[in-house]
């Protein structure tokens, strides 16, 4: 293969990349709005879905995909929390 057909190949993959994080990015960005609107529907959401796999024996590490997902919203609910903390700590003004 040359290496300028593996030069559009990388440029077309690229592109197709862009595209998706593009159609992703507006649906991603109004849910975590919505979640920073109503963080108590979130965490009722989740507490449910933990509950509902706790008692179907279901551990959540043995869905595909689930344990990339639950590190990533690890280090998000760390960030939310101390940045909750930070400013549930600034005197008000």
Known sequence: MSMFAEHARVRAAQRRMDAARAAVAVP???????GEQHPFTILGVAAGAGFVMGRMNVHPLRIPGLSGLLGGLMAEATALA???IAQSAEPDA
């Open 28 to 34: 991603a960005s109004s849910l975590l709005a919505r």
């Open 82 to 84: 101390a940045s909750f």
